[in-house]
């Protein structure tokens, strides 16, 4: 447990890296992945990077399990006084208590682990009347679903021995999930595992989750097996133990508390005889050097060794929600990309002097303003744009409705905002048109010069009737010269294809502003590839 600072300081890096992990999209696997996070930053706060940095500092025994086991009656028998609220009726809510010697409070008053928790006591030598005295300390306070910042009881009994120190722990399946949350958080804090389950209940899946967990983490594990009635306690314990054995748990401690008046959960504590045997192995292995090196050092060595598969593990989430957001954002990409090339096809084709506006034309200049023309083809250019926003958005929908990853995106739909604002832009792009034209006519030496609103409608007409507007071209090089048409067919050419560009952009970047919100990038993926390694260098 001697460590040297640049593992301590490779732990770090590995924590905050893991830390910085977002994975927002709900692929397969990523539930797990989640979970695995939590679970690492858990161990690393609450357990490792304490305990190693305090190797000295008391042994930590949680008691774990679900409803109803008897582990706030065991942990008051264990105690010798009543600790721990025990009942079979649980409250919606439920602080955990940790017991220590009077000696060891300082070790837990303080930030050392579980550094979210407030820490709720009462002062030494006042009695259970006096108001609670409270401590919030931690740098990251947290909170229960309510709101209210969650808290860890800490009681002093001088009947513990110096340097053990005992936790009980929130039902495993509890019905309110923050409690389910705490529990896990709290059991990734030993140094000891004490599941706790019953005669009735010993092959349930979620004790048997808890015992996988703790071989997959190589803890030290200690069975309880609780409220065994007299006449089954020997046929039941060879069971049990039998599937301990398949397991691969043969080996772990299990201690047997039988059937009890007391065990009914009334208050009441256990005979001293009942649980001597349990208090027996946790004093013994918090108290003698070479038992509690080991059972210290088989913990906190085996959440190292877990790291070296549970960071890849973690890697290979972060770069598959990487791959995932690609493939969004490749959908959007492509699918206005097409948009984009079939606007300026139908523009070559056209398409824009049809309808209203090839009417306009055809009455220009006799029954058609040059006005009214420009209105008509600022018109047709916009429901152009419009119609290609939609279809982009409909091709992106087909896509993401084929991609797990899309439920955590809004799906695009129908936005009655884009015409106004494809109308406002194009309106813009006419007015630029339109000043463009007013500075050539101001350059021409002809007296009087051309109507520069004239010239700015046929200019517009050249550049959106595509083949249909050759006779356009020809009227705009009679009425400013064949080598001013030119130039701003050139300069207008320009502007046409930056303007399509910009409006098809900007529609683009709106559809990707919430992926892009997510904040799924690639770079995590090797930052914990990094640290691991740095970790693994140091170790």
Not at 377 to 393: G, R
Not at 417 to 423: K, P, S, T
């Amino acid at each position: 447990m001697d460590v040297r600072p640049q593992l301590l300081d490779a732990l770090s890096a590995v924590r905050d890296r893991v830390a910085s992990v977002r994975l927002p999209l709900p692929l397969p696997g990523a539930p797990r992945a989640r979970q695995t996070r939590s679970e690492l930053l858990a161990q690393l706060d609450d357990y490792l990077v304490p305990r190693l940095k305090a190797p000295e500092a008391p042994m930590l025994a949680v008691v774990g399990g679900s409803t109803g086991a008897g582990k706030s009656t065991l942990v008051n028998s264990l105690v010798g006084r009543q600790v721990s609220e025990a009942g079979v009726l649980r409250p919606t809510t439920r602080t955990p208590v940790l017991v220590c010697h009077p000696d060891d409070h300082h070790w837990f008053a303080g930030m050392r682990v579980l550094p979210d928790l407030m820490r709720v006591w009462l002062p030494p030598g006042e009695e259970e009347a006096v108001p609670v005295a409270r401590k919030r300390l931690g740098r990251r306070p947290a909170a229960s679903g309510g709101g209210q910042p969650r808290e860890l009881r800490i009681e002093t009994v001088s009947t513990l021995p110096r340097g053990l120190a005992v936790l009980d722990a929130p039902d495993i399946d509890s019905l309110v999930v923050d409690n389910r949350t705490l529990a896990a958080q709290l059991i990734c804090a030993a140094d000891v595992w004490v599941m706790v389950t019953t005669a009735s209940r010993y092959a349930d899946a979620v004790p048997w989750h808890l015992l996988r967990t703790a071989k997959e983490y190589k803890a030290t594990l200690v069975t309880v097996l609780d409220r065994v009635p007299h006449q089954v306690l020997g046929e039941v314990s060879r069971q049990y133990a039998a599937l301990l054995t398949r397991a691969g748990l043969g080996d772990v401690p299990r201690f047997t508390v039988p059937e009890l008046p007391e065990s009914a959960g009334d208050g009441g504590l256990l005979p001293a005889s009942a649980v001597a045997p349990l208090f027996a192995w946790l004093s013994h292995h918090a108290q003698d050097p070479a038992a509690r090196q080991q059972a210290v050092g088989r913990t906190a060595l085996g959440v190292l060794d877990s790291l070296s598969r549970r960071m890849p593990e973690l890697a290979s989430a972060v770069a598959a929600q990487h791959a995932a957001a690609v493939r969004l954002t490749f959908a959007v990409e492509d699918a206005y990309k097409r948009e984009g090339k079939r606007v300026r096809t139908r523009l070559d084709n056209g398409a824009v002097l049809a309808g209203d506006a090839l009417t306009r034309w055809r009455g220009y200049p006799l029954d058609t303003t040059p006005d009214e023309l420009l209105d008509s083809l600022a018109e047709s250019l916009a429901a152009l744009l419009q119609c290609a926003v939609a279809a982009a958005d409909e091709r992106i929908a087909q896509a993401w409705r084929r991609e797990p990853a899309a439920a955590a995106v809004p799906l695009p739909a129908p936005d009655r905002e884009a015409g106004e604002r494809i109308g406002m832009a194009v309106r813009r792009w006419r007015r630029v048109l339109e000043e463009l034209a007013e500075e050539e006519v101001a350059q021409l030496d002809k007296q009087p010069g051309p109507d520069p609103d004239g010239v700015a409608a046929l200019l517009v007409a050249v550049l959106l009737g595509g083949k249909r507007a050759r006779v356009a071209g020809e009227k705009l090089a009679e009425r400013v010269g064949v080598q001013v048409a030119l130039r701003l067919r050139d300069r207008g050419g320009e502007l046409v294809a930056a303007h399509l560009d910009q409006v098809l952009r900007a529609e683009r970047d709106r559809r990707l502003a919430p992926l892009e919100a997510l904040e799924v990038t690639p770079e995590p993926q090797a930052e914990l590839i990094a640290a691991l390694s740095l970790l693994q260098k140091e170790r």
